[in-house]
């Protein structure tokens, strides 16, 4: 079987425009909650989110094309050109037929589709709508821009699984390359969904924190007093390569991808599984595809959204993984800083996991002040201050609506 490495990185979240200052901000604590600045909240029951700040899409992209690009499209693009950068794929010869782009995000342009239909309820019913409205809000335009802009040739769509899309997409991009179907992936995902419609529909599931007293301590993973998650947004984008491929061009290599797997509930529409039986099964079989055992783990990035049933499942489903051994789990959750981005959540945690294997620190679980008492013995979650640890092997873990359950193992590179 092929190896899998990481070449090249890129983010834009509500904590940072590029991956240096992102890490730096985890492990420093940084929340980046505060009140929801692109509409007018204030009749909602949430009126705060992880928002992307200082983000000019003009100091990215000319004014044409920035009309033309959903706000999820241009994070894409931004972080997409950061890994591409990063892994010096372009100032190599490389064949562009074996270079492929698989992108995730839950709900794509929706920001843009909202704006269009209400232009149009408000209108006189005459449909005058923007020629850019299916380009810009389909979720496979990213992938098919990121290509356009390289003129990469190889595989190309997008992953919706919703809050595992790009765990997804990053374990689709892992075995194109294993499969010898290409030698280099771009891959990640990007959300931008701080919309009216976003909020209101998440607020009427009662699925948000509503603490809009103290937003930067409304994300609390792990915690007795959590009431939801706190909604984000922004990207992550990972350039993952065939070993040999790297070597050959003498890459920067920043970690490697040994295991993945997806599994499904089968339970509810909303509702992870109560005993955590589809999220057991898939970190067990990313396990078992990365050849590696729970006693391997050094840290897992737990999805952890903060809200009461979701977070109750995981620690379910990583007691299972633990029964009948002596090992005490590091964990922690990054969301208590990032909130949650939804379909682009797993990509940016994947590159938090990449940085805790290069630089040997656990980030913080923040705003932990009183653990949920169902945390079992053998799961210590890293509370509120960032841990060294040297770390060889990382789990990352994604679940979704619809029962989706979507798992990555990486292992440190050294040499």
Same mark, same amino acid.
């Given at each position: 079987?092929?190896?899998?490495?990481?070449?090249?990185?890129?983010?834009?979240?509500?904590?940072?425009?590029?991956?240096?200052?992102?890490?730096?901000?985890?492990?420093?604590?940084?929340?980046?909650?505060?009140?929801?600045?692109?509409?007018?909240?204030?009749?909602?029951?949430?009126?705060?989110?992880?928002e992307v700040k200082d983000f000019d899409p003009l100091a990215h992209f000319s004014r044409s094309d920035a009309r033309k690009y959903d706000r999820f499209t241009q994070f894409a693009l931004v972080t997409a050109t950061q890994a591409v950068e990063q892994s010096k794929l372009l100032e190599s010869d490389f064949n562009k037929e074996r270079v492929g782009v698989i992108w995730a995000s839950g709900n794509g342009g929706i920001s843009t589709l909202e704006h269009e239909?209400?232009? $149009?309820?408000?209108?006189?019913?005459?449909?005058?709508?923007?020629?850019?409205?299916?380009?810009?809000?389909?979720?496979?335009?990213?992938?098919?821009?990121?290509?356009?802009?390289?003129?990469?040739?190889?595989?190309?769509?997008?992953?919706?699984?919703?809050?595992?899309?790009?765990?997804?997409?990053?374990?689709?991009?892992?075995?194109?390359?294993?499969?010898?179907?290409?030698?280099?992936?771009?891959?990640?995902?990007?959300?931008?969904?701080?919309?009216?419609?976003?909020?209101?529909? $998440?607020?009427?599931?009662?699925?948000?924190?509503?603490?809009?007293?103290?937003?930067?301590?409304?994300?609390?993973?792990?915690?007795?007093?959590?009431?939801?998650?706190?909604?984000?947004?922004?990207?992550?984008?990972?350039?993952?390569?065939?070993?040999?491929?790297?070597?050959?061009?003498?890459?920067?290599?920043?970690?490697?991808?040994?295991?993945?797997?997806?599994?499904?509930?089968?339970?509810?529409?909303?509702?992870?599984?109560?005993?955590?039986?589809?999220?057991?099964?898939?970190?067990?079989?990313?396990?078992?595809?990365?050849?590696?055992?729970?006693?391997?783990?050094?840290?897992?990035?737990?999805?952890?959204?903060?809200?009461?049933?979701?977070?109750?499942?995981?620690?379910?489903?990583?007691?299972?993984?633990?029964?009948?051994?002596?090992?005490?789990?590091?964990?922690?959750?990054?969301?208590?800083?990032?909130?949650?981005?939804?379909?682009?959540?797993?990509?940016?945690?994947?590159?938090?996991?990449?940085?805790?294997?290069?630089?040997?620190?656990?980030?913080?679980?923040?705003?932990?002040?009183?653990?949920?008492?169902?945390?079992?013995?053998?799961?210590?979650?890293?509370?509120?201050?960032?841990?060294?640890?040297?770390?060889?092997?990382?789990?990352?873990?994604?679940?979704?609506?619809?029962?989706?359950?979507?798992?990555?193992?990486?292992?440190?590179?050294?040499?």
């Amino acid at each position: 079987m092929r190896r899998v490495v990481i070449t090249g990185m890129g983010t834009v979240n509500p904590l940072a425009h590029n991956v240096a200052d992102y890490w730096d901000a985890l492990i420093s604590g940084k929340s980046g909650a505060g009140p929801i600045t692109q509409f007018d909240a204030e009749k909602f029951k949430t009126r705060f989110a992880c928002e992307v700040k200082d983000f000019d899409p003009l100091a990215h992209f000319s004014r044409s094309d920035a009309r033309k690009y959903d706000r999820f499209t241009q994070f894409a693009l931004v972080t997409a050109t950061q890994a591409v950068e990063q892994s010096k794929l372009l100032e190599s010869d490389f064949n562009k037929e074996r270079v492929g782009v698989i992108w995730a995000s839950g709900n794509g342009g929706i920001s843009t589709l909202e704006h269009e239909m209400m232009e $149009f309820a408000q209108g006189d019913g005459t449909p005058r709508f923007n020629p850019f409205l299916v380009p810009k809000m389909i979720i496979n335009i990213a992938p098919g821009l990121i290509s356009i802009k390289y003129g990469f040739q190889g595989v190309n769509f997008a992953t919706v699984s919703a809050c595992t899309a790009s765990n997804n997409a990053i374990m689709d991009a892992f075995n194109y390359i294993r499969w010898n179907k290409a030698d280099v992936m771009v891959t990640g995902g990007s959300e931008a969904a701080v919309t009216v419609s976003s909020v209101g529909g $998440f607020s009427s599931m009662k699925a948000l924190s509503t603490n809009n007293e103290n937003p930067t301590g409304a994300s609390r993973p792990f915690d007795k007093n959590r009431d939801g998650f706190v909604l984000g947004e922004g990207a992550g984008a990972l350039i993952l390569e065939e070993y040999e491929h790297a070597m050959a061009r003498n890459a920067p290599i920043l970690g490697e991808i040994i295991g993945a797997a997806m599994t499904s509930d089968a339970y509810h529409l909303t509702a992870t599984h109560p005993e955590g039986d589809g999220a057991y099964r898939a970190m067990k079989l990313a396990m078992e595809d990365a050849g590696v055992t729970i006693q391997d783990i050094d840290y897992v990035n737990a999805h952890a959204t903060s809200t009461s049933v979701g977070d109750a499942s995981e620690l379910n489903a990583m007691a299972k993984i633990l029964a009948g051994s002596d090992k005490v789990l590091d964990v922690s959750a990054t969301k208590s800083m990032t909130g949650h981005l939804l379909g682009a959540a797993g990509a940016i945690e994947t590159i938090a996991c990449v940085k805790a294997l290069q630089e040997g620190i656990i980030p913080p679980t923040i705003n932990l002040e009183d653990a949920d008492e169902h945390i079992p013995a053998n799961i210590n979650i890293i509370a509120n201050k960032a841990q060294t640890k040297d770390i060889k092997i990382c789990l990352n873990n994604t679940s979704g609506f619809g029962g989706h359950n979507a798992m990555l193992v990486f292992k440190k590179w050294e040499g």
